[in-house]
């Protein structure tokens, strides 16, 4: 039903929300197609509750109005589909039955009209008294004409009267009866224009069986002019009419990371998912269905993010960020680049001094000193005196890699270490008289 522009869908999401419970559709919707034959507990439209029967077959249903019912209804949101109803009743061995009755092929083109407490557009019922009741019309009024053939289809059967006065009526109703009324049964001829659906009915499953509180005691069958009149209790134990609903999906779900497009929410129809750049198929079905119980087929999918670090694609231990459609490095020290695929120079700018050759590392980098420095970067002008070189009381003076050692008197050599030739005092003066 969706399928124009996304406003319309939005709007459309919206009414239907406020709907949501009201009706077996709508149920069966909102359970996904889990929901079983049953007494649901619905409200109308002022919140007041009362109780339906859901009968779901393939693609379909039929809703029961609960005879306990005593607030407004609106039937129109019970049946959408108007082809016709079913009537179940039941019989003093406790078995049930049902018909289904339909307009005349003739007349096939009008719908057949379901109605609480009510015959708009029909003749009305004589025992309304007894109300509040279901009124099923077949041939409006406006088309009743005095000698046109009339009638109704009961299980696939054309029934038919010649309507000799013009007398409008064309009806079966259903009395709640809730004061508990007296009645007299009447019958109009036991024919099977007026018993057919009570004569040719079948039996149903007990599975499908309705419970007592949606069988009404008493009706009214009325045809014509000259078609029949009963009412009463002619059927032992009560009448129930089933009104026919179409099943249908609900909207299908968005889901994160898809792009979704349907054709409608009727059976048979299909959505289509596909994941959208950055997410893959990882779970779910792309292709869904629509099927007659009101569920889409197969299980909702899942379009996963894709991880774009799965490939490490980080490089030198760098540690990977998934996002969508792309991923981050966070590098390790000395390492950058967006995959981290570059070994930072360190030694630019050149951190070693004094004419030290750099090596670049990890995270690092080596200098290579030239002779007489020391240090991380050689920025040490290693002290050659710290050993004491000089000897003999000399002056140590620290140069690269060198020293100078100023020497006392009597001393020399680059250490000081040699003694210069002299003599003691005393010997030296005698022999140096003896040698001049
Ligand atoms: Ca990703
Ligand atoms: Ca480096
Ligand atoms: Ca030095």
Redesign the pocket.
């Known amino acids: 039903m969706c399928q124009s522009t996304v406003f319309v869908c939005a709007i459309l999401a919206a009414l239907f929300a406020v709907a949501a419970s009201n009706n077996c559709k709508t149920l069966q919707i909102q359970a996904n197609g889990a929901l079983t034959n049953g007494t649901y507990t619905i409200q109308n439209s002022d919140g007041q509750s009362y109780k339906i029967y859901c009968q779901f077959y393939d693609g379909y249903g039929y809703t029961f109005l609960s005879t306990s019912t005593n607030v407004n209804v609106d039937m129109s949101s019970l049946y959408d589909d108007t082809s016709h109803v079913i009537i179940r009743h039941k019989r003093s061995s406790g078995v049930q039955y049902t018909s289904t009755m339909a307009q005349l092929g003739t007349f096939s083109s009008n719908p057949v009209s379901v109605q609480y407490s009510g015959h708009s557009g029909y003749q009305g019922p004589n025992n309304t008294a007894m109300a509040p009741y279901i009124f099923v019309g077949f041939i409006p009024q406006s088309l009743n004409r005095k000698d046109d053939l009339q009638g109704w289809k009961v299980n696939g059967e054309d029934l038919t009267f010649n309507n000799c006065d013009g007398n409008p009526n064309s009806y079966i109703a259903f009395f709640f009866n809730p004061s508990g009324q007296n009645y007299t049964d009447y019958v109009g001829g036991h024919n099977k224009l007026m018993y057919q659906w009570y004569d040719g009915a079948s039996a149903v499953a007990q599975s499908e069986y309705l419970l007592d509180e949606f069988f009404a005691n008493y009706h009214e069958v009325h045809q014509g002019g000259c078609g029949g009149y009963s009412r009463g209790s002619n059927v032992p134990t009560g009448g129930a009419v089933g009104m026919k609903f179409t099943l249908e999906c609900a909207v299908p779900a968005e889901v994160a990371g898809a792009q979704m497009t349907y054709q409608g929410t009727y059976i048979g129809h299909t959505s289509t998912y596909s994941c959208v750049s950055g997410y893959q198929h990882t779970d779910g079905d792309l292709s869904r269905t629509c099927s007659g119980s009101g569920a889409w087929s197969g299980s909702t999918p899942v379009c996963g993010n894709i991880n774009e670090c799965a490939s490490n694609p980080c490089q030198n231990g760098g540690q990977c960020t998934d996002y969508l459609n792309s991923y981050t490095c966070a590098c390790a020290s000395g390492y950058q680049g967006t995959v981290c695929e570059t070994n930072i120079n360190e030694c630019q700018p050149n951190p070693c001094q004094n004419g030290a050759q750099c090596t670049d590392q990890i995270y690092d980098y080596t200098c290579a000193c030239v002779a007489?420095y020391a240090g991380k970067n050689c920025e040490i002008?290693?002290?050659?005196c710290a050993s004491n070189p000089c000897q003999n009381g000399g002056k140590c003076t620290?140069?690269?890699?060198?020293?100078n050692c100023a020497c006392v008197a009597g001393y020399e050599g680059k250490h000081c270490e040699i003694t210069l030739c002299s003599w003691p005092f005393g010997l030296a003066n005698t022999e140096v008289v003896g040698w001049a």
Not at 381 to 384: A, F, P, R
């Open positions: 007489g002008n290693i002290d050659e620290d140069g690269i890699n060198d020293l």
